[in-house]
């Protein structure tokens, strides 16, 4: 069936299952890292750690769960949403939501790469190697991405065709 004779309903229904599955693969990564994360700190090791990696860790943590938050409130929308025929409203906050929550999540990676770099070689060649993760996440999950996105259609006219 092409996307002409896709009706509303099926379109929507497809963009919500499509958001849903992306979703689950980036809550499982978010999640994982935060609990990891959260490990640290019960550690004989981080009680000595420096102030600037323990504020890196701290800056992580919550950079994690503000991940963890925005992954899974598109879930949520659905449940309270779902039954008034909103499907939409979901579908378009859902992407903004997946959107920010990868960035929070980009985020706690490369904090989570800093804080082992930091402790494994320390120094400059660790802060040279947190922003090479930024640069790697920022590339694949945004800039490349945005520069192969047909640019014949304005921004916001496919919100909700995720």
Request: negative net charge.
């Amino acid at each position: 069936m092409s996307n002409a004779e896709e009706s509303e309903h099926s379109r929507l229904a497809r963009n919500l299952n499509e958001l849903l599955q992306e979703l689950r693969v980036a809550q499982a990564g978010v999640q994982i890292l935060f609990g990891f994360l959260l490990s640290i700190t019960f550690t004989d090791k981080y009680a000595t750690a420096p102030t600037l990696v323990r504020g890196t860790h701290l800056v992580t943590v919550l950079c994690a769960a503000a991940a963890v938050a925005l992954l899974t409130a598109p879930a949520a929308w659905h449940r309270v949403l779902f039954r008034q025929g909103r499907r939409e409203d979901v579908v378009a906050a859902g992407n903004t939501f997946l959107l920010a929550g990868l960035g929070f999540l980009a985020v706690a990676m490369t904090g989570t790469v800093l804080l082992i770099s930091e402790v494994i070689v320390g120094g400059w060649v660790a802060v040279l190697i947190g922003v090479a993760a930024l640069l790697v996440y920022g590339a694949l999950w945004f800039a490349m991405p945005l520069l192969t996105r047909d640019t014949s259609s304005k921004l916001g006219d496919d919100i909700t065709d995720v």
